[in-house]
Nanobody, 121 residues
Framework: QVQLVESGGGLVTSGGSLRLSCEAS????????MGWYRQSPRMQRELVAS???????NYADSVKGRFTISRDNDKKTVYLQMNSLKPEDTDVYYC???????????????WGQGTQVTVSS
């Protein structure tokens, strides 16, 4: 079984910074894409940023230039550095990994439990 544990959320004032982390544990052969999503109540979960196993990144337009996603494959961890935070960034943030758990070429999707980010004006 694979588990993702997130950390780093909290309360920050507008213009401030936070760094989210998400670490995987369990039976893992390899990790493909990693990503961060966010979701407000009654809203669909949306992609914030993603990073491939090769290091290519993709960002939502609303966070480009402010957020940076990175990964440490040895630590099985993905990070989201969030700078110049705005009140509209307030949400629950979730990480998602695409994981191959054995040498068989089958991949599974795993989600973290979510971490609250609140930006006050």
């Amino acid at each position: 079984q694979v588990q993702l544990v997130e950390s780093g959320g909290g309360l920050v004032t507008s213009g401030g910074s936070l760094r989210l982390s998400c670490e995987a544990s369990g039976t893992i052969f390899s990790i493909g894409d990693m990503g961060w999503y966010r979701q407000s109540p009654r809203m669909q979960r949306e992609l914030v940023a993603s990073i491939t196993s090769g290091g290519s990144t993709n960002y939502a337009d609303s966070v480009k230039g402010r957020f940076t996603i990175s990964r440490d494959n040895d630590k099985k961890t993905v990070y989201l550095q969030m700078n110049s935070l705005k009140p509209e960034d307030t949400d629950v943030y979730y990480c998602k990994f695409i994981v191959q758990i054995t040498e068989l070429p089958r991949r599974y999707q795993y989600w973290g439990q979510g971490t609250q980010v609140t930006v006050s004006s």
